[in-house]
């Protein structure tokens, strides 16, 4: 399941996977996001803030994660990854050749700082 909250004044989404990833996340996000990029043209940045990265609990729910990028990556400009997970240090490194939104990771303690960079790309 993942927790999110849409800062609209500031055009960002703050996203927080806890438990594998489902299809209906993915539902729930695109019904939050799609009318404010509707009305906004893009979300100026995408948050991911997380411990570890937690999977997805079926194939349908991987792919409907594929799809929701595919549909969004061209509407955002700057995706910050929060985490000190391993494995999401380096997830920006391997995402930037599949989407258009710059990319960068910071260490879990430096949200403030991550939320910074975020509102710069405006």
Request: aromatic letters at 10%; a negative charge.
């Amino acid at each position: 399941m993942i927790q999110f909250e849409l800062l609209r004044d500031r055009g960002i989404l703050i996203v927080s996977p806890e438990d594998p990833l489902e299809k209906s996340d993915f539902e729930r996000l695109a019904r939050e996001i799609d009318p404010f990029i509707e009305s906004n043209g893009k979300l100026t940045g995408l948050m991911i803030c997380a411990k570890a990265f937690p999977g997805w609990d079926s194939f349908e729910a991987f792919v409907s994660h594929l799809s929701f990028v595919k549909d969004h990556h061209r509407k955002i400009e700057r995706i910050v990854v929060a985490s000190d997970s391993e494995f999401l240090k380096i997830m920006p490194h391997i995402v930037k050749h599949f989407v258009s939104a710059e990319v960068r990771h910071f260490a879990s303690d430096e949200r403030t700082k991550a939320l910074a960079w975020l509102e710069a790309g405006q």
